[in-house]
């Protein structure tokens, strides 16, 4: 098996990160990847948040997170992990734990106190991930209201 090496998410990325995560959501979003990469590779930000997995010289899997410092009036440096995919054949191989490790890494070292993502209730395979990688609910809870 091929090693995994993880960096930093180039623009470069985008084609490789848009056909993974339409394996994995079975839908094309590459205009929600347009708005994404735009954000988290803006040149004002100096903390990486965004990481793809390499193996090969090919991108299989990604992750991109944002940081948000005094958001919604909560005091400590947070992020968000919003974003996550690992091409199917990478999956159940370390693909996604060592892309959670570095992501944990670069946030730990900018000082982040505590990371969010959301998952839909029914999902447990990500459930499961991220509780393996350590997260467990929260004390918010996520509300919204549907204006159809």
């Not at 974003?83 to 892309?99: A, C, E, N, S, V």
């Not at 029914?122 to 004390?139: H, M, V, Y």
Request: charged letters at 25%; zero cysteines.
């Amino acid at each position: 098996m091929a090693t995994i090496t993880v960096r930093p998410l180039q623009q470069e990325d985008f084609n490789a990160v848009v056909e993974i995560d339409r394996k994995v959501s079975k839908s094309l979003r590459s205009e929600y990847y347009e708005t994404k990469f735009a954000r988290v590779l803006d040149e004002k930000s100096r903390v990486v948040t965004s990481l793809v997995a390499v193996a090969d010289g090919k991108v299989v899997g990604f992750v991109m997170g944002e940081l948000f410092v005094g958001e919604y009036g909560i005091p400590e440096t947070a992020a968000t992990l919003d974003t996550l995919g690992i091409d199917p054949d990478w999956q159940r191989k370390g693909t996604g734990k060592k892309l959670m490790e570095e992501f944990v890494s670069h946030l730990r070292k900018a000082g982040v106190e505590k990371i969010n993502t959301l998952v839909n209730w029914n999902d447990w395979q990500l459930i499961r991930f991220f509780s393996t990688n350590g997260f467990e609910p929260a004390k918010t809870v996520n509300l919204e209201l549907t204006l159809n």
